[in-house]
């Protein structure tokens, strides 16, 4: 079951996508297969990627 977090990153991952198609016609294909690789991080690679996203974004806001 996917955390909150997870959840959140994923919406504004399509919505990224939808954004990018919509102003500039770019298909960001790569995305939607991103799960398949899924497997390639422990728990705590993905942890220490989800700190650093939410670090990067709070630098942005």
């Known amino acids: 079951m996917p955390t909150a977090a997870e959840r959140q990153f994923h919406l504004d ?9 919509r102003e500039i016609g770019y298909n960001p294909v790569r995305f939607t297969q991103l799960p398949r690789y899924e497997n390639l991080f422990t728990d705590a690679e993905r ?15």
Not at 13 to 20: H, I
Not at 47 to 61: F, G, I, N, P, Q
């Open 47 to 61: 942890d220490t990627a989800r700190r650093r996203l939410e670090a990067h974004k709070s630098a942005t806001v």
């Open 13 to 21: 991952m399509v919505a990224g996508a939808q954004r990018l198609k």
